[in-house]
């Protein structure tokens, strides 16, 4: 790494000098490559297939290329997209019990390859999602569908056992890389499609489809030519596989790429350094977190986890790592969400505090510093990913604030499509082989925590890596489902935080203001905070 950063310096020094001001075709940069949108994330993905991943990279690129009922615009609100409306009480979508949903699609859609998409698909592909042999990272409000009515090839009717105001998110939406519907023609004939050939180069219907994956190199994506809403402006989109933030920031000196997602703070403070790029700063509805695995004894114990937030000086993270970007803010709801509650106190940094309540609780330091009670000592299995440099800085300030409290660390590198891997494959994040990590978890629109906090969601049945199960919040999250009026999600969501608050099976960092450095050739580039790349119809560059 060191030697590489070498490499690095050279780069941004010498390569951001090729700038004109009268570059051919009205543009600004003469290395702009007219209608081909090279970006990065400094990430890589395990497979193209969203049932299979719920990570944001892939999020990114499914609502370039997959086929959804119902997509999300500027404003974070729902419209209709293969659907030809979003299911609301108000238009018969949604029956006055709640227990019926009813989607009409859009006649004349075909799939990128030319067939026809109609509701065969959508049919097929609920049963393919509840099939016990495919590995779907989840199945929360799928499996509260008892049956599926096809009247005709336009039209699917949801009937559940109970209400599940999520299906406007959860029911093949955008928002959270939901599982798209998948063509039947191409994979009803596979008992699972788990290994199949398809999740490597899907075929989809969104307004790009993918042309190449190159492992480990990019994701070539071009224009589907039969996208019902016409073609975009963009010849080609690259995602280019730079796990290393370094060689992004390099990248970009070089005019090797138009755009760069999710840049941390620090590469931000760096913008000066860059020529023919503009920055667009919002907030989001990411937020950061350290996680602690509660099925393992050292964490098992409330006062330990408060314990390591008192010590986690998360101003300084803000500051020091971020370079002030990022919301100092107590729980998990963004403040630009309609769930937001203000009164949740925030946590102070108090390392003496910390302290207290370790010796109190009985948990005695031994002659390496290190806590220990009942055979149980506090020297922590840190998972994270390879290539984040940002946070790998992070960790170390972890490491000397935790030390003060007699608790220690040893870190563990993954890369990404290991890290965030199924259950079945053996991902580190699924299979719980770890004590603490930390990463991003993206909110949805309406306030749904199910997915990761729920009792009935700890892996493989779900997202829970947390392996949390409280009462109080699990009754609030299966309330929600019954209340499709927000102002009553709102109060279920308070009860969740307030669990979350008592029991601290983790803790927020940071609330999430994205970054976008690109190309100030790229057009009509107008990201929403919950799926930023839904609007890509109408780029250029």
Known sequence: MRRFAIVIAALVLCACSRVSQTAEGGRVNSWTTPHVLRYSNAADVSTLNPMFSQDVTLGYMSSLTAAFLIKWDAHNLPYGELATAVPMRANGGVSADGLTITYHLRKGLRWSDGAPLNADDVV???????????????????????????????????????????????????????????????????????????????????????????????????????????????????????????????????????????????????????????????????????????????????????????????????????????????????????????????????????????????????????????????????????????????????????????VGIEVHHYPTPMFFGTYQDGGILYTGKWDVTLFNWVDDPIGDFSFIYACDQIPPNGQNVLHWCNPKANAAMHALFSHYDQAQRNADDKILFEQLAADRPQFTLSGTEEIYIYNKDLKNFHPNDVTPFDGALAWDI
């Open 124 to 406: 097929w592909t609920y049963h393919a999602i509840m099939n016990p042999a495919n590995n779907a990272v989840s199945r929360t409000g799928w499996d509260d569908i008892v049956r599926v009515d096809e009247p005709d090839k336009n039209t699917v009717i949801f009937h559940l056992r109970k209400p599940y105001s999520p299906f406007i998110v959860t029911f093949f939406s955008s928002a959270g890389a939901n599982p798209s519907v998948l063509p039947k023609h191409l994979l009803a004939q596979y008992p699972n499609i788990n290994k199949v050939a398809f999740n490597a180069l899907p075929v989809g219907a969104g307004p790009f489809m993918y042309k190449e994956w190159d492992r480990a190199q990019k994701i070539v994506m071009v224009p589907n030519p039969y996208y019902f809403r016409g073609q975009p402006k963009l010849k080609e989109i690259d995602f280019l596989i730079v796990p290393n933030r370094d060689t992004v920031f390099a990248q970009l000196a070089a005019h090797e790429l138009d755009m760069w997602a999710h840049v941390g703070g620090a590469y931000y403070a760096r913008m000066n350094e860059l020529t023919g790029y503009t920055a667009l700063r919002r907030p989001t509805y990411q937020w950061g977190h350290i996680d602690f695995n509660l099925a393992h004894p050292a964490l098992a114990d409330p006062v330990v986890r408060h314990a390591i937030e008192l010590a986690t000086d998360r101003k300084t993270i803000i500051d020091k790592i971020g370079r002030g970007v990022g919301v100092l803010q107590e729980g998990i709801a963004p403040k630009t969400a309609p769930y937001y509650d203000p009164n949740l106190p925030l946590v102070p940094f108090d390392i003496a505090q910390a302290n207290r309540l370790l010796d109190a609780d009985g948990w005695v330091r031994g002659p390496d510093g290190i806590r220990s009670k009942n055979g149980v000592k506090l020297n922590l299995n840190f998972a994270a990913i390879t290539g984040l440099v940002n946070v790998d800085n992070m960790i170390e300030l972890l490491r000397s604030w935790w030390k003060q409290i007699g």
